[in-house]
């Protein structure tokens, strides 16, 4: 019979060499990963912080909820615009030309346009430069709901029922595009293109970019994995029904391994911004797929986060 002793300096020792080694393992991670963003960076984006959407809210505003405002509410009888905007936001004052252009528009088509600010009355002069004279003006205290950044468009259909979402400051070219889908659409709101065909839908080209409905279709025609790469905390709130979540930093290594080359990826991009996406997309390229497409894309840009302005 053998007895085992154990005596203060020999755990000391032990716990001593475990410790050792935990830190030489760490240290060992922690030189593959920066080696790994120097030798390979297009694989490990280092992406701004900014340009990451704000944690997930439940009285964050959706497309398909339903809005309108704690006072008497005006959304319910016919089609609106609410422009949620901030003075102190840089990404608001580089649309300022682009949100007076939107906001003239919607007068001119007789749709209730509304500017939501912090509070009027500290911001009258950003105000009068971007709105009309039949742009209504409320304090963000107004809205029965929040959005993740600004500046925001909510276009919001009869019934209060939300149609589109756009986030942050668009680039010259998207602003076009903007205004030139709403003023040749027939059915405020706009602007997202007339659902296509599934023939079309099968013959996409690679990096198109699908709505919801279309995506819809294309996923009984067709092999479709829809990648969410937002991190798991905003992913499990809210995402597309059957979607995978790979954070985009996760990609290289376990896309090879869970999705097909053979079939399509659609990237969700509808609370990422174009930056976002199209490091996710060169990622899968690099690694093979080429069947790649977005849903949403262009629909979220560089924004100033909801609680920046210190209002809350």
């Known amino acids: 019979m053998f007895t085992v002793r154990f005596s203060r300096t020999g755990i000391a020792s032990a716990a001593l060499r475990i410790v050792r080694e935990m830190v030489i393992v760490s240290a060992v991670a922690g030189i593959i990963v920066v080696a790994g963003r120097y030798a390979y960076p297009s694989r490990f984006p280092a992406l701004p912080f900014s340009l990451w959407p704000s944690p997930a809210d439940r009285s964050l505003v959706t497309v398909g909820s339903r ?16 422009l949620v905007t901030n003075e102190r936001c840089p990404h608001c004052k580089a649309n300022t030309a682009f949100h007076r252009a939107l906001l003239e528009l919607a007068a001119g088509r007789h749709i209730t346009a509304y500017v939501a600010l912090p509070n009027v009355q500290n911001q009258t002069s950003y105000l009068k430069s971007i709105a009309s004279k039949d742009t209504r003006s409320l304090d963000w205290a107004d809205l029965d709901f929040k959005v993740k950044g600004t500046p925001t468009i909510v276009s919001v259909g009869a019934g209060g029922v939300v149609k589109g979402i756009w986030i942050g400051e668009l680039s010259e070219v998207r602003q076009k595009e903007f205004l030139s889908a709403y003023e040749t659409t027939s059915d405020w709101p706009g602007p997202d293109p007339p659902v296509r065909r599934l023939q079309e839908l099968a013959n996409l080209t690679a990096k198109s970019s699908l709505n919801e409905e279309e995506l819809a279709s294309l996923v009984r025609i067709a092999d479709v994995a829809v990648v969410d790469t937002r991190e798991r ?4 709130n809210d995402h597309v029904a059957g979607a995978i979540n790979i954070p985009i930093f996760e990609l290289p290594l376990r896309a090879p391994m869970e999705l097909s080359r053979a079939g399509t990826q659609v990237l969700d991009c509808r609370n ?35 609680k920046q302005s210190g209002v809350e």
């Open 233 to 236: 905390a905003d992913y499990k």
């Open 67 to 82: 809005v309108g405002l704690r006072k008497p509410n005006n959304l319910s009888s016919r089609p609106s615009l609410i």
């Open 272 to 306: 990422q911004t174009d930056v976002n996406c199209e490091y996710a997309a060169k990622s899968l390229d690099e690694d093979g797929f080429k069947r790649i497409l977005y849903l949403k894309y262009g629909s979220y840009f560089e924004a100033c986060p909801w």
